[in-house]
């Protein structure tokens, strides 16, 4: 079981009016129990078509309110929660399902159906500005050089030590939560890192806005 409330409740800002935090609750393909080893559609297709609940955080006491709730449906509908760290506010995602719309009346074309224009506004709708953060996934192959990855993280600039580098556990490793840093010479350092101790590895995946976990069974 993977349970990050306690260290993502310490994350969680709320600085102006309309600010919140997106939670998804979805089913991932790797989860799919296959019962008699036929696949069950409603693991795969894409993340909209997986997802069965979302929430817009809106304070720390509506966190701790639905912390019960989104536990329960995880264990019982065998899903995974996601938190998408970098905030958003009700004010963008309006504005994104305003323009979503307004694009599509402009353009003549057929219209999509609207049923997942909340959860793409809000997938788009990222106002952390100067608290943004990235997500580093290291994952199983990754693991045994986690401190390394740490390290080299620190040498990029314009790393913030103050802020630290914090862990968030995921099914197969960590979820290494930074503030952005230059990409470019995480590469060559990484490289270097490789070369120097023969590993056959290639730079671990750095998501800008991807979600990190926050509950599965």
Known sequence: ?????????????????????????????????????????????????????????????????????????????????????NKRNFKDVSMAIFKHITDEICSGETYASPHHLVASAAGRANCAGKDKTWVVDVDAEYVPYKQNICELIEKCEPFQPANGILEIQTKNGFHLIVKPFHTEKIDGLWSGFCEENSIDLPRFDIHKDNPTILYAK
Do not use: W
Not at 31 to 39: A, H, L, M, S
């Open 1 to 85: 079981m993977v349970d990050n409330f306690k260290i993502i409740r310490s994350m969680l800002k709320f600085e102006n009016p309309g600010d919140c935090y997106y939670v998804q609750l979805l089913r991932r393909q790797s989860d799919d129990p296959k019962i008699g080893g036929v696949p069950d559609p409603a693991y795969h297709g894409n993340m909209h078509s997986r997802s069965i609940k979302d929430y817009f955080i809106s304070s720390l006491e509506h966190f701790d309110e639905v912390e019960k709730e989104i536990k329960t449906i995880c264990d019982v509908f065998n899903v995974r929660a996601y938190i998408r760290l």
